[in-house]
Each structure stands twice: as C-alpha cells, then as structure tokens.
C-alpha cells in the first residue's frame, strides 16, 4: 500500500468484513468489492478499530456461551464488550445472567449496577451496587457509583454522605469532589460548591465538566469576572 494509513484502513475493512461473515450478514459477498474507509487521522482510526475489536470480542465471547451456558466468565466479559460498544440493554442481560450464575462476583454486580445508572435507572444501579458492596465493602469504584445513583435518585443529602465517605478515605479523587460540589449547587450552597469544584480541577486540570461548574458557581456568587475568565478558559 502507498501509505501507512492506507494499510491501516486497509486492515480495518478486513476485520470488519471477516467479522460481518461470521456474524453470517447476508449482504457481505456484495460488498467485497467495496472500497475500505478512508480515516484521515489516527484518533478516529483508533476509535473504529477498537470498536472492530469489540464486536470480534463479543462474537468469540458468544460462541463460548454455546459452547458452555454456565460459564459466568463467558457472560461478563461479553457483557463488557457490549458496553464498550454502548450496547447497554444487551450488556445489561449479560451481567444480569453472570450474577445469576455468580451471585458471589462483585465485579459483576458493579458493572451490571453501572450498566443500569448508563441506562438511567439509578434505583436498579443502586440495588446492584450494594449487593457488590455487601461481597466487597472496600471496593472504590462501587462506593463512588452507589453515590452517582443518590444523586441521579435526587436524594441529595445522602449523595454529598457518600461522597464525604469516599473523601474521607481518599481526597486525591476528583470524580467524588466533583460529584459533592454538583450536590451543593444543586442546594445553593455555591460557596462550598466553588472548593468542591478548585479540588477537581486541582487534581484534574483537564476535566472541562468542573471548570464549566467552577464557573457557574462564581456566576451565582456575583464574581462575574472571575466567572467570564472560567468559561473561556
């Protein structure tokens, strides 16, 4: 091939041509001749080759279910393809069938909890998530998403309980400073808010959603300039 995207795109239209004959997609032999994609840059190339992965992985992952319906392995980890592919009601059977089998998995319950809060319905997560708390009462990840569900529930005191808990065992973690100052805003407590928000953005200088907050906090303190450079920035 003249270039390296040329072969790189080249191998993309491969993948996803063996991988729709797999899937038996009775219009693949029409499209041999078509011509591959064309990705200009490397980011969207990256994007729809790792989507290309996820769809090989999910299909292998299928054949290993007929192979052995029992096997919860088999179910979470297609459950976690399909969620990478954001294939949310289909991950979400998955993880529901891999509990089933594995009622003792926490990682199971946590990603079927985060599967039901991306599929709004924060009260299932919640269910979920405890039960993965119940198995593994110091796992992270569970305590700051059983908090993301009292927040979505808008059961906003228990929310900011949460996510002092999380703080007090781990203050490097931006996600639980930004979640608490969204619960204050939400409470018009804007000046706590604000030290919420400088926390996230001092541990995370990248994280646009808190500089944006940061922002609209100084707005609602009447700090109209420092709110103006915060939302250009």
Same mark, same amino acid.
């Given at each position: 091939?003249?270039?390296?995207?040329? %072969?790189?795109?080249?191998? @993309?239209?491969?993948?996803?041509?063996?991988?729709?004959?797999?899937?038996?997609?009775? %219009?693949?032999?029409?499209?041999?001749?078509? +011509? +591959? #994609?064309?990705?200009?840059?490397?980011?969207?190339?990256?994007?729809?080759?790792?989507?290309?992965?996820?769809?090989?992985?999910?299909?292998? /992952?299928?054949?290993?279910?007929?192979?052995? #319906? %029992?096997?919860?392995?088999?179910?979470?980890?297609?459950?976690?393809?399909?969620?990478?592919?954001? *294939?949310?009601?289909?991950?979400?059977?998955?993880?529901?069938?891999?509990?089933?089998?594995?009622?003792?998995?926490?990682?199971?319950?946590?990603?079927?909890?985060?599967?039901?809060?991306?599929?709004? $319905?924060?009260?299932?997560? /919640?269910?979920?998530?405890?039960?993965?708390?119940?198995? $593994? +009462?110091?796992?992270?990840?569970?305590? @700051?998403?059983?908090?993301?569900?009292?927040?979505?529930?808008?059961? %906003?005191?228990?929310?900011?309980?949460?996510?002092?808990?999380? @703080?007090?065992?781990?203050?490097?973690?931006?996600?639980?400073?930004?979640?608490?100052?969204?619960?204050?805003?939400?409470?018009?407590?804007?000046?706590?808010?604000? *030290?919420?928000?400088?926390?996230?953005?001092?541990?995370? +200088?990248?994280?646009?959603?808190?500089?944006?907050?940061?922002?609209?906090?100084?707005?609602?303190?009447?700090?109209?300039?420092?709110?103006?450079?915060?939302?250009?920035?």
């Amino acid at each position: 091939f003249p270039s390296l995207r040329a %072969t790189l795109n080249h191998i @993309l239209w491969v993948d996803i041509y063996y991988i729709d004959a797999l899937e038996r997609d009775p %219009t693949v032999l029409k499209r041999y001749v078509d +011509p +591959p #994609p064309d990705f200009a840059d490397a980011a969207s190339l990256h994007d729809a080759q790792i989507a290309s992965d996820r769809r090989l992985l999910a299909f292998c /992952l299928d054949e290993a279910i007929v192979a052995d #319906p %029992t096997e919860s392995d088999a179910w979470y980890n297609k459950g976690n393809a399909l969620a990478r592919l954001e *294939r949310f009601p289909e991950a979400r059977s998955c993880y529901e069938r891999a509990v089933e089998l594995a009622p003792g998995d926490a990682d199971a319950w946590h990603n079927l909890g985060q599967c039901r809060l991306d599929l709004e $319905d924060p009260a299932g997560a /919640l269910t979920a998530l405890q039960r993965a708390l119940q198995i $593994d +009462p110091a796992k992270k990840n569970s305590r @700051l998403a059983r908090a993301h569900c009292l927040s979505a529930m808008e059961r %906003t005191d228990e929310a900011i309980h949460a996510y002092d808990e999380i @703080l007090a065992q781990d203050r490097t973690w931006a996600e639980a400073w930004f979640g608490k100052g969204a619960m204050l805003g939400g409470l018009e407590r804007h000046a706590e808010a604000l *030290r919420c928000f400088e926390e996230a953005i001092r541990l995370d +200088p990248e994280d646009a959603a808190a500089r944006y907050s940061k922002g609209a906090s100084l707005y609602e303190l009447e700090r109209w300039a420092e709110a103006a450079r915060c939302f250009d920035a």
